[in-house]
């Protein structure tokens, strides 16, 4: 059975940083692409940050570029958002999201989901 658990939301002020961890069991993130995607009330849902099921190839949402970084540790099978310099429009709930590489979309509900992490930037 395959679970993701993510980890390491909380409140932070604006400029904070924080560090999201997304652990698997039941896959292995060596053969899966990852991403975090999130969620504020009342929008739709977004791809923040994904990387390569290699680790070589990432993408980020251009409003976090510089910002955020994706990384991934395979011998923990743990992948990792860290998030500096935030802002209010950064909060919402993180969902960590693994799909098989034949995939090929980041789109659509494919994959597996954690269950999110609540990430809060007060101004």
Not at 76 to 101: F, G, H, W
Request: aromatic share 12%; net charge positive.
């Amino acid at each position: 059975q395959v679970q993701l658990v993510e980890s390491g939301g909380g409140l932070v002020q604006t400029g904070g940083s924080l560090r999201l961890a997304c652990a698997a069991s039941g896959l292995s993130f060596t053969r899966y692409a990852t991403a975090w995607f999130r969620q504020a009330p009342g929008k739709e849902r977004e791809l923040v940050a994904a990387i390569s099921w290699g680790g070589g190839v990432t993408r980020y949402l251009d409003s976090v570029k510089g910002r955020f970084t994706i990384s991934k540790d395979n011998a923990k099978n743990i992948v990792y958002l860290q998030m500096n310099s935030l802002k209010p429009e950064d909060t919402a709930v993180y969902y960590c999201n693994a799909r098989a590489p034949s995939t090929e979309t980041w789109s659509g509900d494919f994959g597996f989901w954690g269950q999110g992490t609540q990430v809060t930037v007060s101004s």
